[in-house]
């Protein structure tokens, strides 16, 4: 659990506790035990539920595409802001993990992903950089989805991370925590898009 997360979860027990010591400074605890625990819950939970939903709504909005420009930033704007991204493993057998992962602001063949620094896919990616990766479907009456076998991953690490968050902001509201893990930088060399409207497209970054 992050400092910050935990800091909330203190302020809300606080508070929690301070309801409850009221209601029983008013003398009226013991008619009313009921809906003082009822209260104290509420108290404890909404806060809880509102900042989950906070939490995923922001991260929605920072998933996949952060450019309005280039044709794969518009094609990526129909997609959901998560791959699955297959990895050789050191038995030369591919392995694949779901992950989320967000745009760089600047390149549009460029995605960012992030992963606990002790994490046995950041080792396999340091050993084997070369990856695959495949969006979802974006709905069964369009299947567009966008793949690619033509992929460099480089891991960011310690110093080389922290610099990397300044470089790029959209990281830390990506991953609060982005400057202390491990963040996965995908170059997309080339992939194919297709959908069962316009078939298959190339699009190539070299």
Do not use: C
């Amino acid at each position: 659990m992050y400092f910050k997360r935990f800091l909330q979860l203190f302020v809300i027990y606080v508070v929690s506790a301070a309801v409850l010591l009221g209601i029983s400074g008013a003398k009226i605890l013991s008619a009313l035990t009921g809906l003082g625990v009822l209260a104290g819950y509420a108290v404890l939970t909404l806060p809880l539920v509102v900042l989950t939903i906070v939490k995923a709504n922001k991260k929605a909005a920072i998933v996949g595409t952060q450019s309005n420009t280039g044709e794969l930033s518009a094609i990526l704007k129909n997609l959901p802001g998560y791959i699955a991204l297959s990895i050789a493993t050191d038995k030369g057998v591919s392995a694949t993990t779901i992950m989320s992962f967000t745009q760089d602001t600047r390149a549009d063949n460029i995605f960012y992903t992030i992963a606990a620094k002790d994490a046995t896919k950041v080792t396999q990616l340091q050993k084997a950089p070369a990856v695959s990766f495949t969006t979802w479907f974006d709905s069964l009456e369009n299947g567009a989805r966008l793949s690619s076998n033509n992929v460099h991953a480089e891991v960011f690490l310690g110093d080389a991370a922290r610099a990397l968050t300044l470089e790029q902001p959209n990281l830390i509201a990506y991953n609060e925590n982005a400057a202390n893990s491990a963040i996965i930088k995908l170059t997309i060399h080339s992939a194919l898009y297709e959908n069962f409207k316009d078939g298959l497209k190339v699009l190539s970054f070299d």
